[in-house]
Nanobody
């Protein structure tokens, strides 16, 4: 069973940067695509970025293009999300997710089999 643990969230001023990390353990050989999702209060969970099994291709949401960068290190079983030029709309709980049946980057919630507990990102003005 795969376990995912996020870290790196916190409170940051608008215009600032954060780096989120996700550490995977237990059965990591089964992980294919991975992704970062976020969920703000009263809103649906949305995918902000996803990455293929080998890290060769990525998919970013239009709202974060040019500001968010996803990457992974399969040797270390980690995934990161570099977030730049944060704004108030980025305030949300950010979740790490891993798929075991999909190799390509995907934004579909139902494509992912494993989820982390989430880390809060709050952008202050």
């Amino acid at each position: 069973q795969v376990q995912l643990v996020e870290s790196g969230g916190g409170v940051v001023q608008a215009g600032g940067s954060l780096r989120l990390s996700c550490a995977a353990s237990g059965g990591t050989f089964s992980i294919d695509a991975m992704g970062w999702f976020r969920q703000a209060p009263g809103q649906e969970r949305e995918c902000v970025a996803s990455i293929s099994r080998r890290g060769s291709s990525t998919l970013d949401a239009d709202s974060v293009k040019g500001r968010f960068t996803i990457s992974r290190d399969n040797a270390k079983n980690t995934m990161t999300l570099q977030i730049n030029r944060l704004n108030a709309e980025d305030t949300a709980v950010y979740y790490c997710a891993a798929a075991s049946r999909v190799v390509r980057p995907t934004g579909g919630v139902n494509d992912y089999d494993y989820w982390g507990q989430g880390t809060q990102v709050t952008v202050s003005s």
